[in-house]
């Protein structure tokens, strides 16, 4: 027979109580996780959740029970086209909640934020995980929508940017995640291109730029190479790389150096503060109170979704 992934396992959580699981991996966590939230059936035995066998629970009272069961996924599991308060708000919502009711229950992740970037300017974003930084790059790039409020970049407000106008929105905000999002089946050089491609250059001139912006960041000798074969800090060289090819009119960036050591960690930073010459106002995300400190440019500071200063770099240096 097939080996089970839980087999006599028998225990009780009183109410109220917290507990911890542990064991090596494929030892059966997840699925103990996934039969208490019947995202799984056992095939045998009895799940007990209050006075009911799970193994009854049927249809919609599946839903039911799920109301009543917080579950943390791995792999997040968030709406991508709906804003953080529309995630967060989802089981009070399908609860029955009034709107009300429900919007004092959530908090924003970005409130009463105000502040404007000039042309060809640099500035950092800084705060404590969870305050709102990396949301505020997402708004700006239109990988999240706010759900109230507005963001204007150009002079046109974001909230109406819809459809085919999206991509050509993000063709003049460069943007550096901390995750890469490279095409792991196209090389180094390809991963690059894109932009310019996107944005209808010629070949030739592409292949010339693409080249010069790897040298710059230490990369010229891996152009033919796939993400997978590269380091982290290589992916993440990559990333900044096709961020600034196309010399957009905004690059933001979210912890752009987190992967790289010191010395080309600054080196990094002063290509980024190179870029306003050229006429690209620069957003950065940093928790390193060295660096902003070094680099002596405006920062921003955000504490649980509120802008709660804004330091100018004559008040940095003191």
């Known amino acids: ?51 009911r066998n799970l193994l009854k629970v049927g249809g919609r009272r599946i839903a ?42 959530v908090r924003s992740a970005l409130e009463d934020v105000s502040f404007e970037v000039a042309e060809g300017e640099m500035l950092f974003v800084t705060g404590h995980s969870g305050a709102g930084k990396s949301t505020l790059l997402k708004l700006i790039h239109l990988s999240e929508r706010p759900s ?5 970049f150009a002079g046109k407000n974001l909230l109406k940017v819809r459809g085919g106008r999206i991509p050509l929105h993000r063709r003049e905000v460069g943007a550096v995640y901390q995750d890469h999002r490279l095409l792991t089946d196209r090389t180094v050089m390809e991963n690059v291109s894109l932009p310019l491609i996107l ?32 380091s982290a800090g290589e992916q993440q060289r990559v990333g900044i790389a096709r961020a600034i090819v ?18 080309l960690a600054a080196e990094i930073m002063s290509l980024f503060a ?38 100018s770099p004559a008040d940095l240096a003191e």
Do not use: Y
Request: hydrophobic share 40%; proline share 4%.
């Open 1 to 51: 027979s097939g080996h089970e992934a839980l087999s006599e396992v028998s225990f009780e959580v009183a109410a109220g109580e917290m507990l911890f699981v542990t064991g090596h991996s494929g030892a059966g966590k997840s699925t103990l996780l996934k039969l208490i939230h019947l995202s799984e059936r056992p095939s045998r035995g009895a799940v007990l959740f209050g006075e």
């Open 64 to 105: 039911l029970h799920r109301r009543e069961i917080g579950v943390v996924f791995q792999d997040h599991r968030l709406l991508a086209d709906r804003s953080v308060a529309d995630n967060v708000a989802l089981p009070l919502l399908l609860r029955g909640l009034r709107r009300g009711d429900i919007g004092r229950r």
């Open 148 to 152: 109230r409020g507005a963001v204007l």
């Open 199 to 230: 944005r209808g250059d010629r070949r030739g001139d592409i292949g010339k730029r693409v080249r010069e912006v790897l040298a710059r960041l230490g990369l010229g000798h891996r152009e033919k190479a796939l993400p997978t074969q590269l």
């Open 246 to 263: 196309a010399e957009p009119r905004l690059l933001v960036a979210d912890e752009p150096t987190g992967n790289l050591d010191p010395t």
């Open 274 to 311: 190179s870029m306003p010459e050229r006429g690209t106002s620069v957003l950065v995300v940093s928790h390193d109170l060295s660096l902003l400190k070094r680099m002596k440019k405006r920062v921003l500071i955000l504490d649980h979704g509120k802008l709660v200063d804004d330091i």
